[in-house]
Every structure is written in C-alpha cells, then in structure tokens.
C-alpha cells in the first residue's frame, strides 16, 4: 500500500495485493421435514491493483476517482476471471451535518471459461447527515445496468436505501 501527498488537499493511492481465499457455494434443498444441502468449496488466488486520487477542494467538498484490476484463478478448476474498472465519487456539504453525493462506476468481467464478457455500469446520488463523529445516516437512490455475452445476466434495476453507517477505528 502506498499513499503519496501531492499537496496538502490531494493525494495519490496505490494498493495491490495477492490473496489465497475460498469460494462457497451451497445448494439447498427442501422437500417437507428433509433438508439436503450440497457445499461445495473451491480454492481462489485473487491478484489486485487499485490506483486512486483523492482531493479535498476549499468549499468543503471532496473527488475520489479509482481505476482498479483483478484478477482471480480458481485453483482446482483452472478457470479464470479478470475484472477492470473505473469510479468516480463526488461529495459536497450542504451544512454541516448534511453532504451530498454523486457515485458513478464501470466495471468490465471477463469469464475465460465461458468465454463471455460482461459490463456493468451504475450511478447514485444521495445525502449523508452526521449524527455523531463516527455514525451517520445515509439515503441513496441508484441506476444499474448490466450488459453480456449471455442473455440471461443482463439487467437493469432502480433502487433505494437507507443506511446507518458506524465507524469503529
């Protein structure tokens, strides 16, 4: 991990790390009082970079922009999977409890065993309010769309949340 001060409002991140993991997968199924589940676990070497840019402006408000990679080898199979992409968040105060945010990303997925390739794009807004020094409040409202290779993972959805955000370090 490195960080580097540009000046005193912005800096530049780098984080790139390989991992050793697992995958679960459970399959249940019920018939009356009989449950069966079938868990299946596989090994995972997951290698990923991220390079991000972050700056403070002097009205209070902040940009954060992220390209990321990654890649992940699913040991016992030999599939893989390779992942790009990009982020942009914007955050500007209205008082002094209360921000606004525009969240905007673009993923690429690549299957190499199925050979299919997919993008996802999504964008939110939504406002933030302080209620103490580590907990705040957050309401978003959001667009997602995935496109592929195969018909049946494409989507689109529109959602809404709610969320209370705690800060424990």
Known sequence: NLVREISPNSEFTLNANRRLTDQTSTLGVQ?????????QSTAVEVTAVRLGY??????????LGTVSASRSDYLQTGDREELTGIGARYSRPISELLSWFLDTAYQHQRFEDESAEDDLASLSMGLD??????????AAIGHRQKNSDIASR????NWVAVSLNYQFF
């Open 54 to 63: 972050n700056n403070r402006f002097s009205d209070g408000s902040t940009f």
């Open 129 to 138: 309010y302080l209620l103490t020094s580590r907990m705040d409040i957050r």
């Open 154 to 157: 494409e989507y689109q959805e």
């Open 31 to 39: 018939f009356g009082d009989f449950n069966f589940n079938l868990t």
